[in-house]
């Protein structure tokens, strides 16, 4: 009974629980990667006792991989012999973390994952609770295989309607980040449903948890259903049988209705995530750089819009186009069905899994007085580079229209010409 | 002697400690250079005991450790805001360092005021102008990972249940 956090938690706990209690959970998987596993190998040495459950832990290389400095191949080092010592399974280091926690089965609906990392949100896209936190409480799981929680107040986000053509799910979210704010969803859990979320396939829900990280919320929550079962059995190995549920007789702090038919492409602007606009506002300004990749636009699907505007065409020369797929999964078919061959012939740079240029470790850094148009989820001074550059975020449809012109462009015209 | 020292809203874990000086987790060393660059007196004069009152959203920014235990390496004995930043919240209760919510003191309290905490109660108490105000108790799990130093030193003693028992 309840909201879908209050589901989940109960489940967990084996008995009802409401927003406001605190409970101490069993946690499913504990995620880390390369920038935050150094941290809780040293709190989990302090602690002094043994690992619970050497399966519960899964560990990334990812955002700064393959080494681009001694510093960071210091902590790979680290990291490996940690792995080799305690004789660790599920260790990956070909892709982004949360897109290979996904394809690789650790999240299931009512799964409770918690990761080192505040993108770990993602995984409520299938009606799991993914939340993230400091290094120091993984070292603590992986000793006790439980976690705090408080439950969290919902908000519920409804999203009827459907879109118009040329916009997508991150349109979609922009546009929900600049409303709500910042701060908008603090400590909440943020539920995403509606006719529109049931209608849309796993890659595109993925976003909206992936990005409730940018409005503060403590998870982003999507009910499981059909479409969550159909992509675990279909797309990933996990085991089921799995359990399709939702809320039950919710009580929420808000509900935010949201018709989507009216959006129309949405850019946030630089410096802050929920400096949203209409793509017509700031149409036309220069980018030095396109970049698509990272946990919330580097899917296969996404690769796909880009190379079907692509095909045939070339980016603009003055404009470094950067492409990073999410994951060895999502490269590998898009190699085989000729996309990449796609990007490289328009002039695109494809580079290996992973991160990449999202931390401005490399991949892409932007230099002094730069501008890059992105698929990523946040802009943060300086978050690609230099504190004197400007990160804008826009759908990778926004993107690929951008590349051929090296202005930003809006998609919808030229979705028009690739699709007659 | 409980000196109350005032911070803005939003402030982030870079104002708390710039990203230059985590080099070092060692609360001491970090203690040095907390709020350098928003409020250098700080370091230099901070007692033991003394009270952090900060605006709305405190702790926003990075997901790191060291803003937190900076502040504690200070012998802050605990921070007053009306709301904190979701991960440093966390990262504050993880590593045993008292926070508590109370927008009223927090408007009512100027800097150097002298203020009475009870964190068993959630009693605010301003000796300079004779006002009370209540902050909601922290749980008990709270007070007991503050007492054992962290949730670190926390399990070295205790099992993870004792927590909620
Ligand atoms: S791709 Fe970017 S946002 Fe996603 S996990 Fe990596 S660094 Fe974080």
């Not at chain 1, 704010?181 to 449903?193: H, L, N, P, W």
């Amino acid at each position: 009974m309840g909201t879908l956090i209050e589901e989940i938690f109960s489940r967990k706990a084996g008995r009802p629980v409401q927003a406001g209690e605190i409970l101490l959970l069993d946690v499913d998987y504990i995620m880390s990667h390369d920038n935050t596993t150094p941290l809780a190998i040293k709190a989990f040495r302090e602690i002094g006792k043994p690992i619970l459950d050497k399966n519960r832990i899964v560990l990334h290389l990812d955002h700064a991989y393959p080494a681009p400095n001694v510093l960071a191949a210091e902590n790979h080092k680290k990291i490996i012999e940690f792995v080799g010592e305690q004789e660790l399974a599920h260790f990956f280091k070909q892709g982004v973390c949360h897109q290979v926690m996904i394809e690789e089965g650790f999240i299931t609906p009512g799964a409770i994952v918690i990761g080192a990392d505040s993108h770990s949100n993602t995984y409520g896209a299938l009606g799991a609770f993914g939340a993230g936190l400091g290094s120091t409480e993984i070292g603590v799981a992986w000793v006790t295989g439980k976690c705090w929680f408080k439950v969290p107040e919902t908000i519920r986000i409804k999203l009827t309607g459907k879109t118009q053509y040329g916009v997508y799910a991150k349109d979609v979210m922009l546009y929900i980040a600049g409303m709500m704010g910042m701060d908008g969803g603090t400590y909440r859990s943020v539920e995403f449903g509606g006719e529109y979320i049931e209608r849309l396939p796993m890659h595109e829900r993925i976003v909206f948890p992936n990005m409730s990280t940018e409005i503060g919320a403590k998870c982003g929550l999507i009910a499981a259903d059909e479409v969550t079962i159909n992509f675990l059995e279909t797309a990933t190995p996990a085991k089921g049988p799995f359990e399709a549920f939702g809320p039950v007789n919710p009580r929420y702090e808000r509900v935010v209705e949201i018709d989507v038919s009216t959006i129309t492409p949405q850019i946030a602007c630089h410096p802050d995530v929920d400096n949203v606009k209409p793509l017509e506002q700031v149409e036309g300004l220069s980018v030095q750089e396109v970049y698509i990749g990272t946990c919330t636009n580097a899917r296969y699907e996404d690769i796909e819009i880009v190379a079907n505007m692509l095909k045939g065409k070339k980016v603009n020369p003055l404009t470094r186009v950067i492409v990073t797929p999410a994951s060895a999964q999502i490269y590998k078919k898009a190699m085989n069905n000729g996309l990449i061959e796609i990007l490289m012939d328009a002039g695109c740079t494809v580079t290996g899994t992973g991160c990449g240029a999202c931390i401005g470790r490399h991949g892409g850094i932007l230099a002094a007085g730069e501008r890059a148009l992105t698929t990523m989820n946040r802009n943060f001074i300086g978050r690609m580079g230099s504190p004197l550059s400007e990160v804008y975020l826009a759908s990778p449809a926004t993107a690929a229209a951008t590349a051929l012109t090296g202005r930003i462009t809006d998609p919808r015209g030229l979705l028009e010409i690739t699709n007659k | 002697m409980s000196k109350a020292w005032t911070f803005g809203e939003n402030l982030n874990t870079d104002e708390i400690i710039p990203g230059r000086f985590n080099i070092t987790i060692d609360p001491l060393e970090l203690a040095k250079n907390v709020f350098c660059e928003i409020k250098p007196e700080y370091a230099k004069n901070v007692q033991p005991g003394d009270v952090i009152v900060g605006g709305q959203n405190f702790g926003c920014g990075s997901s790191r450790e060291h803003a937190p235990i900076a502040i504690k390496g200070s012998q802050a004995k605990c921070i007053i805001a009306p709301s904190y930043a979701r991960i440093f919240f966390r990262n504050a209760i993880n590593i045993g360092l008292p926070i508590l919510e109370c927008p009223e003191a927090v408007a009512d309290i100027t800097e150097g005021d002298d203020v009475d905490v009870n964190l068993a109660t959630g009693e605010i108490f301003n000796r300079t102008n004779r006002h009370q105000y209540q902050a909601r108790a922290l749980p008990d799990f709270v007070l007991k990972i503050a007492e054992a130093g962290g949730i670190v030193n926390f399990l070295k003693t205790h099992d993870i249940q004792d927590l909620l028992a």
